[in-house]
């Protein structure tokens, strides 16, 4: 049975920073990409951030120089450190596994970036 645990999110002020964790089990870790994706009240789930399998990230444009993904396979875990957060970046932040038609998702962690 595959499992996406996210953790990490919470209330922070604008300009503050988290880090969001999201371990593995169920598949083999080091061959899927990985994903950050975040859904906003009312809007669309979007990605935010993916590293593959060789560890070339991709971000997009809104989160760039702000926020960083890594992963570490040993631990079966995908990191997204978010720095300079701004009021709209609030959103449930998903983690997401792909491999060819595989695709996992984890339950969510609420990120609110408010003063």
């Known amino acids: 049975q595959v499992q996406l645990v996210e953790s990490g999110g919470g209330l922070v002020q604008p300009g503050g920073s988290l880090r969001l964790s999201c371990g593995g089990s169920g598949i083999i870790f080091s061959f899927y990409a990985m994903g950050w994706y975040r859904q906003a009240p009312g809007k669309q789930r979007e990605l935010v951030a993916l590293?593959?399998?060789?560890?070339?990230?991709n971000y997009a444009d809104s989160v760039k120089g702000r926020f960083t993904i890594s992963r570490d396979n040993a631990e079966n875990t995908v990191y997204l450190q978010m720095n300079s957060l701004k009021p709209e970046d609030t959103a449930v932040y998903y983690c997401?596994?792909?491999?060819?038609?595989?695709?996992?998702w984890g339950q969510g962690t609420q990120v609110t970036v408010s003063s």
């Open positions: 590293i593959t399998n060789r560890g070339i990230t």
């Open positions: 997401n596994a792909a491999l060819g038609v595989a695709d996992y």
